[in-house]
C-alpha cells in the first residue's frame, strides 16, 4: 500500500482548500489521474495521483483543509511511481527580494547585479530594541500589505512573526485600531442590513478565488492614488490583419486574436518606457525597474478572475505569443494553473472586448503600477483625406500608480499604443 501526499505547491502556501474530491474507495486510478481539487488564494487546481492502483483508503472530504506532506489517499497495487516535480521558486536572499506580486498574483522580481536600482533591507530592529524575526515569505505578505512588522507582536518561538499574526494585525487596523491615521472600513453602510425583510432572498458564499480577489482589489484601491487615461486606436488595418491570419490558421492550437498584438506593442513600450515596468519597494522609497517583461492575462472563469503570466513576452512572435494564450486560457479555465503560471508579472492587460463595453477602470495590480484595459471595439465614422470613412475603433484605458507615474508619461504610454495598433508593422 502506498500513499499519495500533497506536493509542495509554492513558496509560503502552507495549507489549501479541498474544493472537491474526485475518487472514492474502490475505484481503479492511472497515473496522472487528478484526485482532488484544491484553491490556494490564487486559483483552483487538481492535484493528480503520483501512482496508479485501487484506492483503498480517502483520507479527505470536501470542504477541509490540507497541507503539503499530508496523505490524500492510499492506494495498492503495483503501480509505477513518478517523481513528484518541485515547482517552488528556489529561495530569495531577503536583501535582493523586491516587493512581491498579488492575484497575479506574481513573485518577487530578481535583482542581479546589473539591476541600477536596489532596495534597502527590510528594517530588523523593532522601535523598542526587539529583533524583528520573520521568514522571506512572511515579510513579503507583509509587504504586500503595506503592514510594517515593527509594529507587529510574534506569537512564534522567540517572538517570530508569522503570517497569521500580521492577518490579525491587519485586522486590527482595519477593526479601528490603527495607529495614527482613520481605520479602513470593512463594511459599506447598509451591507449588514437583513435583506429577507423585504422578500425572499438566498446566500451563496464566495469561493476563495473571489474572497481573496475581493480583498486584493480593496487593497490595492486603498492604497494605491489610481488616475485612468482613456484612448482610442484605429485599427481597421489590424483587424484585416487577424481575419486573414485567422482564415489561413491551420494551428488548431492556435486562437488568432487581437490580443498577441496588444502584447507585443506594450513590451515595446515597456521597452521605451522602463518606469511602466517597475515596482516602488517595500519602503515606498526607491523603484525597482525590471529588466524582463512578463505580461499578465486577466482571464474570465467560473470560479472567478486569475491572472496567468506570459514569461519573456518581448522575446516571443505574434504566433507563440498567440499559442501561449491559448494554452493558459484553457488551464484557467480548466482549473490546471500552478502557481508558477501565475508568478512574476510586471504590467497586466484585461481585455473585455469579446464581452462588450465601451470604457472601464481596472484596478492597478500591485506591485505592478499600470494596467491596460481594453474595450470592445466599433465602426464609427472619421473624417479622412477630405470625407467620413468607416474605420474600426478601438477604446481602451490606462489605469496607473500616480506615486510612479505622471499624467504626462501616461498620455504618451496611450498615444504611442494606439499609433503601433494603428501601424501594426511596426509591431511585427
Known amino acids: 500500500m502506498a500513499d499519495i501526499r500533497l506536493p509542495e505547491l509554492g513558496e509560503g502556501i502552507t495549507s489549501v482548500d479541498i474544493s472537491d474530491v474526485l475518487v472514492a474507495q474502490g475505484d481503479v486510478i492511472k497515473l496522472d489521474d487528478p484526485i482532488i481539487v484544491v484553491e490556494t488564494e490564487k486559483a483552483s487546481m487538481e492535484i493528480p495521483t503520483t501512482e496508479s492502483g485501487t484506492v483503498e483508503n480517502v483520507q479527505v472530504e470536501k470542504g477541509g483543509t490540507i497541507s503539503p506532506g499530508d496523505v490524500i489517499i492510499s492506494i495498492s497495487g503495483d503501480g509505477v511511481q513518478t517523481e513528484v516535480v518541485d515547482k517552488t521558486p528556489p529561495p530569495i536572499e531577503e536583501t535582493t527580494d523586491p516587493q512581491n506580486e498579488v492575484k497575479s498574483e506574481t513573485p518577487a522580481p530578481y535583482i542581479t547585479a546589473a539591476t541600477s536600482v536596489e532596495k534597502p533591507p527590510i528594517p530588523t530592529t523593532s522601535e523598542i530594541g526587539k529583533p524583528v524575526l520573520a521568514s522571506p515569505s512572511v515579510r513579503r505578505f507583509a509587504r504586500e500589505l503595506g503592514c510594517d512588522l515593527k509594529l507587529v507582536n510574534g506569537s512564534g518561538p522567540k517572538g517570530r512573526i508569522t503570517q497569521e499574526d500580521v492577518q490579525e494585525y491587519i485586522k486590527y487596523r482595519l477593526a479601528g485600531g490603527a495607529l495614527g491615521g482613520p481605520a479602513l472600513p470593512i463594511i459599506a453602510p ?214 510612479v507615474i505622471d499624467g504626462a508619461d501616461a498620455a504618451r504610454f496611450t498615444k504611442n499604443f494606439g499609433h503601433l495598433l494603428s501601424n501594426f508593422e511596426e509591431i511585427t
Open 190 to 403: 447598509g451591507q449588514d442590513l437583513d435583506f429577507s425583510k423585504w422578500g425572499e432572498v438566498e446566500i451563496q458564499p464566495l469561493n476563495k478565488i473571489k474572497k481573496i480577489t475581493g480583498k486584493r482589489l480593496q487593497q490595492a484601491w486603498q492604497a494605491i492614488p489610481h488616475v485612468t487615461q482613456f484612448d482610442k486606436a484605429d485599427i481597421t488595418k489590424l483587424d484585416k490583419l487577424r481575419l486573414h491570419l485567422k482564415k489561413v490558421n491551420k494551428d488548431k492550437s492556435v486562437k488568432v486574436s487581437l490580443l498577441p498584438f496588444f502584447i507585443k506593442a506594450v513590451c515595446i513600450l515597456l521597452k521605451e518606457m522602463p518606469q511602466f515596468n517597475s515596482s516602488l519597494d517595500g519602503s515606498n522609497e526607491n523603484i525597482v525597474l525590471k529588466k524582463y517583461i512578463n505580461i499578465g492575462i486577466a482571464v474570465d472563469t467560473p470560479n472567478g478572475l486569475v491572472v496567468p503570466v506570459i514569461k519573456n513576452a518581448n522575446e516571443k512572435s505574434i504566433k507563440e505569443l498567440a499559442r501561449g494564450l491559448t494554452t493558459l486560457s484553457g488551464k484557467a479555465r480548466d482549473k490546471k494553473l500552478l502557481p508558477a503560471d501565475m508568478e512574476g508579472g510586471c504590467f497586466t492587460i484585461s481585455s473585455l472586448g469579446g464581452i462588450g463595453g465601451t470604457y472601464f477602470t481596472p484596478i492597478v495590480n500591485p506591485p505592478e503600477v499600470a494596467i491596460l484595459g481594453i474595450s470592445r471595439s466599433a465602426d464609427e465614422p472619421v473624417f479622412m483625406e477630405g470625407k467620413f470613412r468607416k474605420r474600426l475603433i478601438l477604446p481602451f484605458a490606462l489605469s496607473y500608480d500616480h506615486r
